[in-house]
């Protein structure tokens, strides 16, 4: 069967651009979008085996549609440079790969593909067209499926008629009518005001067309009739611009689409010439000039042998245990601490073999049991963290984590949001997975499937996990993060699911009684709010809330939405002098949350066979290296505040007599940044031991000690944390309620007196600039594509990420380091003592009262030799009977 795959290149390109970390090649020419678009070129050319492929680009800014509304697309920022000068190598790279591509002036690529997949579904052929813009939704039928990108060209989501009707409840050509009531930003189509998707789709499920939608208004009411009567042309006009014009002059031929594989003589100069040396390693030429290997094979994927594992095979598993390379272990459930177990497999370079749960706790898988707990057994795998708890909770011990393709793909590339494995297999050029909803289902529809078709599935995930690992060890071995991957975070990923399994012990009767407590407090506040007011009302609507507060009460309208008035924190706080009713309602938005977040969410969390909560650790989240909590979120308990305090009250010790104790580290992230800027006044004010804030403010207001009062002290305070988090004198402006005048002047000031910090800005904004990423002293690696993007605000944010990154992520190291080391410590000395939670820059343990005075001393002489710096690092510790009274 003929297939056509239909590309387009724009959008293809531009989302590319903004997916992919910069990249140059030696003589300095961009190729960040050409190699994602490569990639996912070849990945496709893989999967999907086209006959004939075109890629279609514009031609010019000017089409036909400017004719009837010169405003089309006006709102578009300029091409950046960085990616205008891509789009020839694009287009000699498409020729160097026998890819024909075509432009036509005063017409789009959505136009030419609208008219050439018109053309192949007419005679009977299959077409893929792959875009990022649904626009081209309404050109699919039976035979032409739209693939649109998501994650910013990492996946494509297939459309076809009946994913159309399941996903928007419309045929395909609705979705003209669906852009012409809600029109299209990106092309500045204008469709009518107040109508978005919901709307549109509502509009349409009820009448079918914009023309059926404009003849049936006075079935309409209020704003939305006014407005589709007012704006009724706007709709037709917008509905014209975005229907795909299907009889463009295409003067490309069926045989001229024809692709006939990559062939070597062609295709390797130019990957030579764009230095795609990952790419070129992909590409196994097969000595006939034709590409083999994962880029076009002439066959499918070769079947697995996969052993599904029972008493007659447990011989020859056993036997092999010493040759294992990697395992993948499937577990249904998003919380591992509650996740379904649903089989492993475990694989040699030529063999898999599966095992059922049921078969893995009978007793006869022994020898695996065993294996699966040896520490001294290197074990490859895909989140071993997760499969660590996942095993746990089935009485199974896991150890031996050495190499994490998830934390591995973690550490090469922080801000790349899909780390799943499929993702990943992709990105390696590896035989692609078959989806887990093919599988599984999705949703309601989810079913584990019979043993054959589940050992098939996971083995290809432990095939994929096996052909990773080398490649991403040559990656880690590059960028220099050997020692950061081995050394620090899969060490850590153990401490983390030891810490997990032990939990923290929560006194449910306390629990309860805070909760009482603050529903009084509420009641009492909901009480005074309506007094004020004059009438009861809903407290948790916005739009009942501006109501009262601006047109019953006459405040000042400091910001308004779309659907009326703003009733945010930032708005309240602002509004907070006005009327005490103003502070009443921060309190109770304060204390619902406490409610409902702590309160009721932690009684749901505690495991009733432990008594205890067991959060999750993410260690791969943060693009700064920062743990994140779930299953409960530990890290986000409010402190600031007394009743947020007061949570940490019901965290208890699990042991009787037990204390909790905390240790954090005072300012860590400043002690950074002096180190790292090697500016002399922060320096000296650590050295001395100094208080910070007081420093800063001798040095920005000339003053000596004795004359920093309070208001000095907390404006240096925030300019402080201001520069660890990104400065701006927006922000400054708004967290001392000053003009923008004053914070930027007060910046300067900052500046002059730590010059050694400005020339640390200015010197990493640079290096960004050329390197295309920042660096934390363990080699923690950020990319930050956008630190060259025409666009200013997108490259004033890079710029501050530049700044704040090596900061906060050394930080964030640091702290990861002293839980390496304190783990070593507590099994060095024997000490029965327990670490529990992480929580930003506080360690959290509990400690038999014979081991306190121990604990006390050896906590923060851990934590403050972590790392060497140029300025002590500083640990403060306390302790208590639960984590309240440790604070």
């Not at 004719?67 to 960085?82: A, I, L, V």
């Not at 919901?198 to 067309?209: D, E, I, P, V």
């Not at 996740?339 to 492993?344: D, H, I, Q, R």
């Not at 003592?833 to 851990?862: G, N, Y």
């Amino acid at each position: 069967m003929e297939k056509l795959i239909l590309i387009d290149g724009n959008s293809i390109i531009y989302r590319a651009f903004f997916a992919m970390p910069p990249l140059t090649n030696s003589s300095g020419l961009h190729t960040n979008a050409v190699y994602g678009f490569t990639n996912m070129l070849l990945r496709l050319i893989q999967e999907q085996q086209p006959t004939h492929i075109l890629v279609a680009f514009d031609a010019g800014k000017e089409t036909f549609r400017h004719e009837g509304y010169q405003d089309y697309k006006g709102g578009r920022e300029k091409t950046p440079s960085e990616l205008s000068e891509q789009f020839p190598l694009m287009r000699e790279l498409l020729e160097s790969f026998g890819i024909a591509w075509f432009e036509l002036p005063g017409y789009e690529a959505d136009d030419i593909i609208g008219t050439i997949s018109k053309q192949g579904e007419e005679s009977g052929r299959e077409v893929l067209v792959v875009t990022g813009d649904k626009d081209m939704l309404q050109v699919v039928s039976d035979k032409v499926t739209v693939a649109l990108t998501r994650k910013g060209i990492s996946e494509v989501e297939p459309f076809g008629p009946n994913e159309i009707e399941e996903k928007y409840g419309l045929r395909p050509l609705q979705i003209i009518d669906l852009k012409g009531l809600m029109g299209d930003a990106s092309d500045n189509i204008p469709g009518v005001p107040g109508i978005g998707e919901k709307t549109a789709l509502k509009l349409l499920h009820q009448f079918g067309s914009v023309e059926e939608v404009l003849s049936h208004t006075d079935e309409l009411k209020g704003k939305m009739k006014e407005n589709l009567v007012n704006h009724a042309e706007d709709a037709r006009m917008s509905k014209r611009l975005a229907t795909i014009f299907r009889e463009v002059p295409v003067e490309r031929s069926w045989d001229d689409m024809t692709f006939n594989g990559l062939q070597e003589e062609t295709a390797v100069p130019t990957l030579r010439k764009l230095e795609f040396k990952s790419l070129l390693e992909r590409l196994s030429f097969t000595g006939t000039g034709e590409a083999g290997g994962s880029a076009a094979p002439a066959e499918p994927a070769p079947e697995l042998d996969v052993t599904i594992v029972d008493s007659a095979a447990m011989p020859a598993l056993t036997e092999l245990l010493p040759e294992i390379g990697s395992l993948y272990v499937e577990a249904a459930g998003e919380n591992p601490h509650h996740a379904e177990l649903m089989g492993m497999v475990l694989s040699t370079p030529d063999r898999h073999f599966y095992i059922s749960p049921q078969f893995l706790k009978s007793g006869e898988a022994e020898s695996v049991v065993a294996w699966l707990g040896n520490e001294k057994i290197s074990k490859r795998g895909y989140d071993l963290h997760r499969i660590d708890l996942a095993l746990h909770w089935e009485g199974i011990s896991f150890a031996g984590a050495y190499f994490d393709i998830q934390l591995a793909a973690y550490l090469l590339d922080p801000t790349e949001n899909d780390q799943t494995l499929s993702a990943l297999t992709a990105k390696y050029g590896i035989s692609r997975l078959v989806s887990d909803d093919e599988v599984y289902g999705k949703g309601a529809k989810f079913k584990v499937p019979d043993d054959a078709t589940l050992s098939s599935h996971l083995a290809r995930k432990s095939d994929s996990i096996m052909k990773i690992v080398p490649l991403q060890q040559a990656e880690l071995e590059k960028n220099e993060m050997k020692s950061l991957f081995y050394e620090l975070e899969m060490p850590l990923s153990r401490i983390l699911a030891d810490m997990e399994k032990q939990g923290i012990a929560v006194n449910r009767e306390d629990l309860t009684e805070l909760g009482k407590e603050f529903e009084s407090q509420i009641s009492r506040l909901v009480l005074q709010i309506y007094e004020i007011a004059g009438v009861e009302f809903n407290l948790n609507s916005p739009k009942q809330l501006g109501e009262i507060l601006f047109d019953k009460l006459g405040l000042p309208v400091i910001k308004k939405t779309k659907t009326g008035y703003s009733t945010d924190a930032e708005v309240l706080e602002k509004l907070a002098p006005y009327n005490e009713i103003v502070q009443y309602i921060l309190e109770y938005r304060q204390l619902a949350k406490l409610q409902s977040t702590y309160v009721e969410g932690l009684l749901k969390e505690i495991r009733s066979e432990t008594g205890k909560v067991h959060t999750y650790f993410r260690q791969t989240v943060a693009a700064t290296g920062r743990l994140s909590s779930q299953f409960p979120n530990l890290q986000n308990i409010p402190i600031r505040m007394e009743e947020g305090r007061k949570i940490r009250k019901v965290f208890v010790p699990s042991e009787e007599g037990w204390l909790i104790l905390g240790a954090d580290y005072s300012q860590i992230e400043l002690r950074v940044l002096a180190h790292i800027s090697g500016d002399e006044g922060l320096m000296e004010a650590f050295q001395h031991d100094m208080d910070i804030h007081t420093k800063t403010a001798m040095d920005v207001f000339g003053v000596s000690a004795d004359q920093v009062d309070a208001n000095m002290r907390r404006s240096a305070k925030a300019v402080n944390f201001g520069i660890v988090y990104g400065i701006s004198d927006y922000g400054l402006s708004q967290n001392l309620n000053i003009t923008r005048k004053e914070a930027a002047r007060f910046i300067d000031q900052y500046f002059d007196a730590f010059q050694g910090v400005r020339k640390y800005m200015d010197d990493i904004v640079r290096d960004a600039k050329r390197d295309g990423y920042v660096k934390t002293l363990l080699e923690r690696r950020r990319y930050l594509p956008e630190i060259n993007a025409s666009n200013f605000n997108l490259r004033s944010f890079a710029e501050r990420t530049a700044m704040n990154t090596p900061i906060q992520g050394t930080a964030a190291d640091i702290i990861k380091l002293a839980m390496v080391l304190m783990d070593e410590a507590l099994h060095t000395h024997g000490l029965k003592s327990r670490m529990l939670l992480q929580v930003h820059d506080e360690l959290v343990f509990e400690v038999p009262p014979e081991e306190l005075e121990a604990m006390t001393k050896l906590v923060p002489e851990t934590m403050e030799k972590a790392l060497q710096l140029s300025v002590p690092l500083k640990a403060e510790v306390s302790s208590g009977v639960n984590w309240y009274e440790a604070k």
